[in-house]
C-alpha cells in the first residue's frame, strides 16, 4: 500500500490553486476592485461634505 494520499481530478494542490490565481492578474488589482474603491472614495468624500454643510448650516 502506499503512504501518500490519493487526489480526486477535482481537486487541486494548494501551490496549484495559488498559481492560477496570480498568474492571471499578473500581480494587479482586477478592474473591479479599482471600480469599487473610486466609487467609496467618491461617496465618502460625498458624505464627508454633506456633514461639513450640515453642521456648518446647523451652527448659525
Known sequence: ???T???SEGSAL???QGQTAAGKENGRFPRGIWVRL???LIAGHVFAGFLYLLFEVGSK
Do not use: K, L, N
Open 1 to 3: 500500500m502506499s503512504e
Open 14 to 16: 494548494p501551490e496549484q
Open 5 to 7: 494520499p490519493a487526489v
Open 38 to 40: 473610486f466609487a467609496y
